[in-house]
């Protein structure tokens, strides 16, 4: 039992380039999370999902995609990044609205 | 949408000394309040959970507290140790009204003095 697993873990781009961050848990969780962190700020929400194959904005989306198409995966997409981009984004997982979330251990993006 | 004030950013204490952190939240629909421990380069590690149907818990050295009337909520450690050392996040969870999800804090540097 991994948990939540992201993947890459350190990635740095060029302005302009796109990537996708992969999320994936094992626990048969339904709701996935993108949050990014900035120095000296707490973990701010990009995006969410509530099952398979539903996304939904949270508070800072703007410049990314998200999709659900498999419950254990919830991927995360740059289609042209800026390098207001630069952060760590954390993944995360929980059963549902009675239950805690599991955090995965981070992508550290950089975008020069 | 959901605001999370915390204070102070920074808190230095002496080794066995208790530390207070205190947090407001500002939307009354929210039900879920974790305090996270987070270390350089680490993601944040649950310590410590309310519900919006009990007032106090406690784990060992850590405690919260929580006051829906005046939405606050506080974490209180006590007989510090240098492993205490981290920066701790409080968060406020919502849902409802096509939203869910956590909004964080912007954390507090817990310096432990030995």
């Known amino acids: 039992n991994a948990g939540v697993t992201q993947t890459p873990k350190f990635r740095v781009l060029k302005t302009g380039q796109s990537m996708t961050l992969l999320c994936a848990q094992d626990?048969?969780?339904?709701?996935m999370y993108w949050y990014r962190q900035d120095p000296g700020m707490g973990l701010r929400l990009i995006h969410y999902?509530?099952?398979?194959?539903?996304?939904a904005k949270g508070e800072v989306p703007d410049g990314y995609n998200v999709s659900r198409l498999k419950k254990q995966n919830f991927l995360l997409g740059l289609e042209s990044a800026a390098p207001s981009q630069t952060s760590v984004y954390f993944c995360?997982?929980?059963?549902?609205?009675?239950?805690?979330?599991?955090f995965g251990s981070g992508t550290r993006l950089t975008v020069v | 949408g959901e605001n999370v004030e915390q204070h102070p950013s920074t808190l230095s204490v002496q080794e066995g000394d208790s530390a207070v952190i205190k947090c407001t939240y500002s939307?009354?629909?929210?039900?879920?309040f974790p305090w996270y421990k987070q270390e350089l380069g680490k993601r944040p590690q649950l310590i410590i959970d309310?519900?919006?149907?009990?007032g106090e818990k406690k784990d060992q050295r850590i405690a919260v507290t929580l006051n829906k009337t005046a939405k606050h909520f506080s974490l209180h450690i006590t007989e510090t140790q240098p492993e205490d050392s981290a920066v701790y996040f409080c968060?406020?969870?919502?849902?409802?009204?096509?939203?869910?999800?956590?909004?964080f804090g912007k954390g507090t540097h817990l310096i432990i003095q030995p």
């Open positions: 995360a997982s929980r059963q549902g609205i009675n239950y805690g979330y599991t």
């Open positions: 626990m048969n969780h339904e709701y």
């Open positions: 999902s509530v099952g398979e194959g539903t996304t």
């Open positions: 939307d009354s629909a929210s039900n879920y």
């Open positions: 309310i519900r919006s149907n009990v």
């Open positions: 968060a406020a969870h919502y849902s409802g009204g096509g939203a869910d999800g956590l909004t």
